[in-house]
């Protein structure tokens, strides 16, 4: 059975920093990708970060030089630091991970999401 852990998350201050955390476990294969994405109300749910098998990271260029993420890949696990937080980073922050299924399609995993709310 596959799971979806996270946590962290919270209020910060306008320039503070949070630390959010995921692992999935239990799937058939080490996971391809792990990324986090975010949304914001009324709005579709968007790629925060994400880093791949091999180290490849990318990044929206919203939290460019303010987040980081980084893997565990043999534990399928990630955190997603973020530092320098602004208004505009509140939302809720979902954990995702995929991997080829080997039939042409993938198995993409999604946690529950994280509230952060930045505010003064």
């Known amino acids: 059975q596959v799971q979806v852990v996270e946590s962290g998350g919270g209020l910060a201050q306008p320039g503070g920093s949070l630390t959010l955390s995921c692992i999935i476990t239990?799937?058939?294969?080490?996971?391809?990708?792990m990324a986090w994405y975010r949304q914001r109300p009324s709005e579709e749910r968007r790629m925060v970060a994400f880093?791949?098998?091999?180290?490849?990271?990318n990044y929206n260029p919203y939290v460019t030089g303010r987040f980081t993420i980084a893997r565990e890949t043999d534990r399928n696990a990630c955190i997603l630091q973020m530092n320098d937080l602004v208004v505009e980073d509140t939302a809720t922050y979902y954990c995702?991970?995929?991997?080829?299924?080997?039939?042409?399609?993938?198995?993409?995993?999604w946690g529950q999401g994280l509230q952060v709310t930045v505010s003064s």
């Open positions: 880093e791949r098998k091999g180290g490849e990271v």
């Open positions: 995702n991970g995929w991997a080829p299924d080997g039939l042409g399609g993938v198995l993409d995993y």
């Open positions: 239990g799937t058939p294969s080490e996971l391809y990708e």
